[in-house]
């Protein structure tokens, strides 16, 4: 099985927090658990699936250490990799862009030659609008701490117990 790396964009801390939890929840060492301004193309070596989870700032947008982290990834390529999204935001204050980073960074990388898995039905969240459902599916897993955090273990749970089978 190849080895997984989470890499997560935080500015406040609390997608930093969620990535501890589903890095812990995978099983993935602290060692393999990195912010992505401190991302390099050498690190990316290291792994053959990639969890890589943002917040959403702005109208909808990515979190701003991903804006570099973006272009690594893209000059390494990620050809041969798997890739699953996560992201956090807030739908009760931002109802129609609700975790747009996430969307965000699966525009940015979905020609990169990764494949994408991970991705999550709409059922059960609360939102008017989101740039991350394509296909009438989140392309990740959304979380949000602000408004459904009694939500995010079992969120974490279940989108694991669906992905772990592909995660290889
Ligand atoms: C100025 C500002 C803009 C935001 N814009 C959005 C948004 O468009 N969509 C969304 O879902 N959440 C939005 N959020 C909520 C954040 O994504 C959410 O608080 C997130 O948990 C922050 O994660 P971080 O602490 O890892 O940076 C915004 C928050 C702030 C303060």
Redesign the pocket.
């Known amino acids: 099985m190849s080895k997984i790396g989470v890499i997560?964009?935080?500015?406040?801390?609390?997608?930093?927090d969620v990535a501890r939890r589903i890095a812990a929840k995978v099983g993935v060492a602290n060692a393999d658990l990195h912010d992505v301004s401190k991302l390099t193309e050498e690190l990316l070596d290291n792994y053959g699936v990639l969890l890589l989870g943002t917040?959403?700032?702005?109208?909808?947008?990515l979190?701003d250490d991903w804006y570099d982290g973006v272009k690594i990834l893209k000059k390494h390529g990620l050809a041969g990799k798997t890739v699953a999204l996560f992201g956090?935001?807030?739908?009760g204050?931002?109802p129609d862009?609700?975790?747009?980073?996430m969307g965000e960074l699966y525009a940015e990388l979905k020609d990169t030659g990764a494949r994408f898995v991970g991705a999550t039905p709409v059922d059960g969240y609360e939102f008017d609008d989101s740039p991350a459902v394509v296909d009438g599916q989140f392309v990740g897993l959304p979380l949000?701490?602000?408004n459904e955090y009694d939500k995010t273990d079992a969120r974490i749970d279940a989108w694991y117990e669906q992905v772990k089978g592909e995660l290889n």
């Open positions: 997560y964009g935080s500015s406040t801390g609390t997608t930093e917040a959403t700032w702005g109208s909808g947008e979190q956090c935001g807030d739908s204050s931002y862009t609700f975790c747009g980073g949000d701490e602000a």
